[in-house]
């Protein structure tokens, strides 16, 4: 599996579920982080359609630079971080590539966000989906505990990130970020 079908399909799905991350994060942030994730993955593939030769490769590496440097918001670089150690892991593996660099994208963004699972963050999506994969799980299996965490978040109370500031307001919808998450491990696991 390349990473360009699995970038085009998450780009398919954020389209997709826009107006539910935007609506989501008026409720828990600032309301951005539907457009600024749309935007960065039509970006990145606008970019890879641009290469000589856009099937070849993974383009996690394209996905993390453009997400690091042109994506705003707080999930943009955390984003980013996520999808470069995943294009660093997948040059050296293809396939088992996706657990290590799931791996390492997550104790980056836990060692820059500080974030804990619990935190009603992101990381309560990408932690479950690396410990499945960690197990040896499949990438389904990855895509159902990532959902289960991103769906969690609704009954958390922010510890970290913009919800933080929102207090109670935020109970009852899940975190953006951790549906995003889950977004990207349907895609992963829709190419299985």
Do not use: C, K
């Amino acid at each position: 599996m390349t990473g360009s079908p699995v970038l085009r399909r998450y780009a398919a799905a954020v389209a997709d579920a826009h107006a539910e991350l935007t609506r989501l994060d008026q409720v828990s942030g600032d309301g951005d982080f539907g457009d600024n994730l749309r935007s960065g993955l039509e970006r990145v593939l606008a970019e890879l359609a641009g290469s000589p030769s856009p099937e070849e490769g993974h383009g996690f590496d394209v996905a993390g630079r453009v997400f690091l440097d042109e994506v705003g918001g707080t999930s943009g670089p955390l984003f980013g971080l996520l999808f470069s150690e995943i294009g660093r892991a997948l040059d050296e593996d293809p396939r088992a590539g996706w657990a290590a660099g799931t791996a390492a994208g997550l104790a980056a963004i836990q060692r820059v966000g500080e974030a804990e699972v619990g935190d009603r963050t992101l990381v309560d999506a990408l932690a479950p989906a690396v410990a499945e994969l960690g197990r040896g799980g499949t990438f389904a299996q990855a895509a159902r505990a990532a959902a289960e965490g991103a769906r969690g978040t609704a009954e958390l109370l922010a510890r970290r990130g913009r919800a933080s500031y929102v207090g109670d307001r935020a109970r009852g919808v899940p975190d953006p970020g951790a549906v995003g998450v889950a977004l990207l491990f349907q895609a992963l696991a829709a190419g299985d």
